[in-house]
Each structure stands twice: as C-alpha cells, then as structure tokens.
C-alpha cells in the first residue's frame, strides 16, 4: 500500500512540475528535470505496487 501512496504522491508531483514549466515564459530546467524524475519515480512506484500484487505462494494450474 505504501508503494501506491507514493506512486500517487510522485504523479502529482510531477504533473504540478509539467504544469508549472508549461505556464512560465522562461525556461525552468529545473523544472523540467523534477519532473523528469518524479516520472520515474511513479513507473518505479507502480511496478513495485503490482508486483506486490502477484501471488507468488500459491501454483497456478492450466486448468484453472
């Protein structure tokens, strides 16, 4: 669950940082660099919080 709070959390973050640099007439590399991380960050995020999501204890048959 704590993978998907900061998935979440580093989504907004990075859609604020997008945001931010498309609304500014002059150039914020900085901005666009916490972005940049930030949007990996929630891939990073993510996948964590799917694989966690995945059973790995039980074996699964064809037949099921």
Known sequence: MLY???????LIIAV???VWMRGSSDQ???????????????IVFGGLFLSGRVN???DIHVTE
Do not use: Q, W
């Open 28 to 42: 914020n590399t900085l901005l666009l660099i916490v972005g940049i991380v930030f949007a990996i960050l929630t």
């Open 56 to 58: 790995k204890t039980e």
């Open 4 to 10: 998907a709070l900061g998935a979440l959390l580093s």
């Open 16 to 18: 604020v940082c997008f």
